[in-house]
């Protein structure tokens, strides 16, 4: 149908496949982007198409990181940390992993506070 024929949905879909290639070569997984559960349905991009594709992908990301001055990313650590923070309504920590004391408090005051926002505008609309 027209919906899988769509060019921002053909480029969502090439660019799931990219970010699990790309992670794949790492030997990182992330299930929260991208699954691949689907990747051998044939609106995934198969074969010589997808090495093509993340090609242009790279040439991509490495025209913009150089126009824009962008570094590349260094992780600080090479150990896996699932981290989230449960937030109640009012903005105060229900649950959470995060790794670091000081930067759970520093998340904690970020989420809050745009939670906090995002209930003024609420009440503003």
Not at 10 to 27: G, H
Not at 37 to 53: A, L, T
Request: glycine share 6%; charged share 30%; proline share 2%.
């Amino acid at each position: 149908g027209a919906y899988w024929k769509d060019i921002a949905e053909m480029f969502a879909r090439s660019f799931e496949c990219y970010v699990y290639d790309k992670l794949k070569e790492k030997n990182r997984v992330n299930n929260y982007l991208v699954s691949g559960g689907m990747f051998s349905h044939p609106v995934y991009p198969q074969g010589q198409e997808r090495i093509y594709i993340n090609k242009c992908f790279d040439n991509l990301i490495y025209a913009i990181k150089e126009h824009l001055s962008i570094k590349s990313f260094e992780p600080f650590t090479d150990k896996r940390a699932d981290e989230y923070i449960d937030l109640t309504e009012k903005g105060s920590v229900n649950k959470g992993v995060i790794v670091g004391k000081e930067r759970k408090l520093k998340l904690a005051k970020i989420r809050a506070k745009a939670i906090r926002i995002k209930q003024k505008q609420l009440k503003i609309s």
